[in-house]
């Protein structure tokens, strides 16, 4: 299986960077090839911008989606646009390593979204969720934050996490592109606890990663039950 790992975080000594590590170890310790885009590192803009096309559909009006199309297609994407594609469609299973910062991804990581995961070719028209363009990969998240668990859930001061709070990544992205989304492991009030809670956390991680063909898929719309404009059928109507 070919993993590629698309991880942000700044610091080479944060708890985000030793799960990309663990989670690269384990899948490699397990005859997997492994491939890494550490955004941080290579300086990635997360920017999207009529730089990013190198021949324009439409010169007077950018429509951003459509030119990712036409430019795609013309072999005239941004270099750096092109560089992290390819591993992302190469790839057996799409694995992100970043914090929560303000109820989402880190900007470089939602900038990345933005502009590698190309209208056309991941997602575009009737090509979503289980028919989306990278339909058969699956992706996995590893996460960290500094809110406690009981913070989170039904009756948690913030609401659900995974189906809440992070619903336009899991279902919004992940989902809608394709990907059969597993469920993502949570490093909960990271920067409070102990040395030792840490490292019990990456050794579940590991675990984790080791039994990840286990791991249960997070819920996706079932497009049998809508018509072709997406509107629900007559029996699952409200």
């Not at 590629?4 to 708890?15: K, M, R, T």
């Not at 300086?43 to 009529?50: D, L, W």
């Not at 619903?167 to 809608?176: A, D, M, N, P, S």
Request: net charge negative.
């Amino acid at each position: 299986m070919k993993v590629h790992i698309v991880h942000a975080h700044s610091e080479g000594d944060s708890f985000v960077n030793a799960m990309k590590t663990v989670i690269a170890d384990q899948f490699a310790a397990d005859g997997h090839e492994v491939s890494l885009s550490d955004l941080y590192a290579k300086g990635f803009n997360p920017v999207a911008s009529p730089a990013d096309f190198g021949d324009r559909r439409d010169p007077d009006r950018l429509v951003y989606t459509l030119e990712q199309r036409h430019n795609y297609q013309g072999g005239t994407l941004a270099a750096d646009i092109v560089a992290e594609l390819e591993p992302v469609l190469a790839a057996d299973m799409l694995v992100f390593t970043f914090p929560i910062y303000w109820f989402g991804a880190p900007a470089i990581l939602k900038g990345w979204f933005d502009r590698v995961l190309l209208s056309g070719v991941c997602y575009g028209g009737k090509r979503v969720y289980g028919r989306g363009g990278l339909a058969g990969k699956r992706s996995f998240a590893a996460m960290s934050l500094g809110g406690r668990h009981d913070m989170f859930g039904e009756r948690g001061l913030h609401g659900e996490l995974v189906q809440g709070m992070m619903r336009h990544l899991f279902q919004g992205t992940l989902g809608y592109i394709g990907t059969t989304v597993l469920d993502p492991f949570i490093g909960f009030n990271v920067p409070y606890i102990s040395l030792e809670a840490r490292t019990a956390l990456l050794e579940d991680l590991r675990r984790t990663v080791a039994d990840i063909d286990s791991r249960p898929m997070l819920p996706v719309p079932d497009l049998n039950r809508f018509d072709d404009r997406f509107a629900p059928l007559p029996e699952n109507a409200a």
